[in-house]
């Protein structure tokens, strides 16, 4: 049975976000595809999550399973990861950034070899869904995008290398009701993606 680890990293309710809106529809979408699959919901807003200090990092390194293990020990479980996140300052919100240095562990998730760091996760795939204000995927404002690589780049780190990303852009720029005809579109794509997923 296939495992699906649905990340969000938004506080908003659903209803007054687009990478949210976007990404339910996507993940109840995939679940009707694929009925047998097994997803569970991780809100990273509603965890015991916090910068790493001095007292945490032992803890979170530790080769003993304990209340903080538990995040890298989940994520390893999982075949297939969606996570849900908007642009905030070019980049990822700090809770996301958090949870990833919760699950970036060496020996766990990729480990040191005489050749460099070496993933460990293998034959698993993610894709990012997100809402930015501006426009990010094309243009001068290509450049600028540091989240969206971040993501690619850590996880391609710890092995995954079959990343996608789905993103809902400029709604900043558009009228709410522009946004919401353009938002009736992107379900489409969502649909068709989840073919591909
Ligand atoms: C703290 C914060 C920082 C943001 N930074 C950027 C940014 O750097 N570039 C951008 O285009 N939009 C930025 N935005 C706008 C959001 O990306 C945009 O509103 C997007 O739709 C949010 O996703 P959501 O609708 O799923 O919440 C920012 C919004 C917030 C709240």
Same mark, same amino acid.
């Given at each position: 049975?296939? =495992? ?20 339910? +529809?996507?993940?109840?979408? *995939? +679940?009707? +595809?694929?009925?047998? !699959? ?9 965890? @015991?999550? !916090?910068?790493? @200090? ?16 538990? &995040? ?5 479980? &999982? @075949? +297939?990861?969606?996570?849900?996140? /908007? ?10 950034? $958090? ?9 766990? $998730?990729?480990? *040191?070899?005489?050749?460099? /760091? ?6 698993? =795939? ?6 930015? %204000? %501006?426009? *990010? ?9 540091? %989240?969206?690589? &971040?993501?690619? $780049? ?7 290398? @079959?990343?996608?990303?789905? !993103?809902?852009?400029?709604? %900043?720029?558009?009228? /709410? ?16 993606? $989840?073919?591909?997923?």
């Amino acid at each position: 049975m296939e =495992k699906i680890l649905y990340i969000k990293a938004n506080f908003k309710e659903e209803n007054d976000s687009y990478s949210l809106k976007l990404g339910r +529809k996507f993940i109840e979408d *995939y +679940k009707v +595809k694929n009925p047998n !699959a097994h997803v569970k919901e991780i809100d990273l807003y509603q965890e @015991d999550l !916090a910068h790493l @200090d001095h007292e945490r990092i032992g803890i979170v390194f530790s080769p003993e399973s304990n209340e903080l293990t538990k &995040y890298v020990e989940e994520f390893m479980e &999982y @075949d +297939k990861y969606v996570i849900v996140a /908007p642009m905030w300052n070019l980049s990822i919100p700090s809770i996301l950034k $958090t949870y990833i240095d919760h699950i970036v562990v060496a020996g766990k $998730t990729f480990k *040191y070899t005489e050749e460099g /760091p070496v993933g460990l996760l293998e034959n698993k =795939k993610a894709l990012h869904i997100t809402a930015r %204000g %501006g426009l *990010y995927s094309e243009g001068p404002g290509a450049d600028f995008e540091m %989240g969206d690589r &971040y993501l690619r $780049t850590i996880l391609g780190f710890m092995g995954i290398q @079959d990343f996608n990303t789905f !993103a809902f852009e400029q709604t %900043g720029v558009f009228s /709410p009701e522009q946004l919401n005809e353009m938002l009736e579109k992107k379900y489409k794509e969502a649909k068709k993606l $989840t073919e591909e997923f």
